[in-house]
């Protein structure tokens, strides 16, 4: 398991040194830049070059890894479902907040976890900040850490409450009643990091609920933050409040809400 762990992190590395290498060579204007998508793949929408870039980097990595004797299979934002042979998934979100590194906000990650079918059998993850470097990994049963200290979320006290609600045209009517809740909020924009820091105590909520299907999270962008909170001592749930499930699709979506403390989630029930 260990080994797996290496593997992620060293994944990670990998995406952090070609994309900031490809950001000081091309700028945020070149790595927007749109790829044209190609033949058989799944996806729906472009990808911008920073995606690309990050993406083809963790295939490069998963292919030297079948070359030495251990095979995945990838789901993956950008091109969808992998099948190269092996009996478990790398579940990727090459890029969590392409906007916010599009925009020069600097908070964007990288996201990878490995599982066989769904968020429940996630056995370990990894996410980086590909600005400050911080890394969060969870192996199931093993706890959380951030750059390999354990971490724990933090105890609920609304007087000193933060939370990061996602806001705007998009969001449900309850995301501003959650808001107008908190002593302080953030949209942070990227759910991977988000839900880790939730799990670090750094904030006591993330609450990702649009009015639109289509703007929900899909599975690769949770799968490892999902565990790294849950490890840390939290928990995420669907907009019903029941604890979250996802296949390792691309083509369902879900309303998240990722807690610290069980008393945020009686604290929402008792007031909305
Ligand atoms: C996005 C981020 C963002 C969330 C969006 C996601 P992406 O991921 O997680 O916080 O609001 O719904 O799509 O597109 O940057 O991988
Ligand atoms: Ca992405």
Redesign the pocket.
């Known amino acids: 398991m260990n080994g797996d762990i290496e593997f992620l992190r060293s994944i990670a590395e990998h995406v952090e040194r070609e994309v900031t290498a490809r950001m000081a060579a091309v700028g945020r204007a070149g790595l927007g830049r749109k790829v044209p998508k190609g033949e058989h793949e799944a996806r729906a929408s472009e990808t911008a070059l920073i995606d690309h870039i990050a993406e083809q980097t963790i295939l490069n990595m998963v292919e030297a890894r079948r070359v030495e004797g251990e095979c995945f299979n990838v789901l993956s934002?950008e091109k969808g479902y992998m099948d190269f042979g092996g009996d478990r998934v790398l579940v990727v979100?090459p890029?969590?907040?392409?906007?916010n590194a599009l925009r020069g906000i600097p908070f964007y990650a990288v996201s990878i976890a490995i599982g066989h079918e769904r968020l429940a059998d996630v056995e370990c993850g990894v996410v980086k900040n590909l600005v400050t470097g911080e890394t969060y990994h969870a192996v199931r049963g093993k706890g959380a850490f951030l750059n390999d200290k354990k971490i724990h979320t933090a105890q609920f006290n609304p007087k000193a409450s933060i939370f990061s609600v996602?806001l705007g045209t998009k969001a449900s009517p309850q995301s501003y009643s959650v808001a107008s809740l908190a002593r302080r909020v953030r949209g942070l924009?990227?759910?991977?990091l988000e839900l880790c820091m939730v799990a670090s105590g750094d904030i006591d909520l993330y609450y990702?609920v649009p009015t639109a299907e289509r703007?929900s999270?899909r599975v690769t962008?949770i799968a490892a933050g999902t565990l790294i909170l849950r490890e840390a001592g939290g928990e995420v749930y669907n907009d019903a409040y029941e604890v979250l499930d996802m296949e390792f699709t691309l083509t369902k979506r879900c309303k998240v809400i990722g807690i610290g403390d069980r008393k945020v989630l009686k604290f929402l029930e008792a007031k909305l």
Do not use: S, V
């Open positions: 934002e979100d890029i969590d907040g392409t906007y996602y924009g990227a759910a991977a990702m703007i999270l962008d």
